[in-house]
């Protein structure tokens, strides 16, 4: 059952080639598939494409979301995780009236250190 005052937000870098950005967009459109409109999950960046985080966040929030779950698609906390993510988020909240839920990147979960760990093994 999907929470109509829960949204989710999959955060990726960025970059000025649109073909890095093919497999966030394939990513999203699994996960879309996958979860049957259980939840609403949208794609945003920090920076060098759109949708910005900014942006995406004011979109959800005029469409009634209250709550942001942000679920970063990076490997480590770097300093963009640990400040300037925070700090972005800080902001968007003051301003749109909204609470955001910033997760650890997915990078950190065994799960997926383990599926990395096996793609190598295998092409080792």
Known sequence: MIDPKTANILLAHGSRDPEWQQPFEMMLESIRQQG???A???LAYMELC???LEDSCKELAQQGHHTIN????F???????RVDVPNQLQKIESELNITT???PPIGQDSRVQTAITQVILQQL
């Open 40 to 42: 609403v999950v949208e």
């Open 70 to 73: 942000i679920y970063p698609v």
């Open 75 to 81: 490997f480590a906390a770097g300093r963009h995780l």
């Open 36 to 38: 049957q409109n259980l």
């Open 101 to 103: 839920h910033l997760h």
């Open 50 to 52: 759109q949708p910005s």
